[in-house]
């Protein structure tokens, strides 16, 4: 899987941004596992800022856009080096009919397979750490 815009729940997301957004490189935000369920949300913010606003967001001032992807039926769950400040990268591959979830970078890593993958988001806001 090449784009965020790809998959599930993302009609909003295609909404905001008039290209293919792709997956790579975020700032992990927040990991919730969910035991009970089982159930899997990964939430982080992306490089990219949405080019098609809705009106609600024309007059907010934002320069980060927040995403994340939710899993249900997750296995495999392998967590290291987690909490971390540094970028990570993802990969979102299918193979024998599931999808691999990498987010990872030299020091930290989040594994796990799982049969959906839908995406959360966007939100935006104002992040006063952001680098331009």
């Not at 606003?53 to 856009?65: I, V």
């Not at 249900?72 to 599931?98: C, H, Q, S, W, Y």
Request: one cysteine or more; a negative charge.
């Amino acid at each position: 899987m090449k784009h965020w815009n790809e998959l599930d729940g993302s009609v909003f997301f295609g909404k905001v941004f008039s290209f293919p957004v792709a997956i790579g490189l975020v700032d992990l935000f927040a990991l919730h596992v969910d035991n009970n369920r089982p159930s899997i949300t990964v939430e982080f913010d992306i490089q990219e800022i949405p080019d098609t606003l809705p009106e609600k967001w024309r007059k907010a001032e934002f320069n980060t856009c927040r995403i994340g992807i939710s899993c249900g039926n997750f296995r495999e769950l392998e967590i290291k080096g987690i909490p971390t400040n540094e970028k990570l990268n993802v990969d979102i591959a299918m193979l024998a009919g599931e999808y691999r979830v990498r987010i990872s970078n030299k020091d930290s890593l989040i594994f796990f397979s799982t049969r959906h993958v839908s995406l959360c988001g966007p939100s935006v806001y104002f992040n006063a750490r952001v680098e331009d």
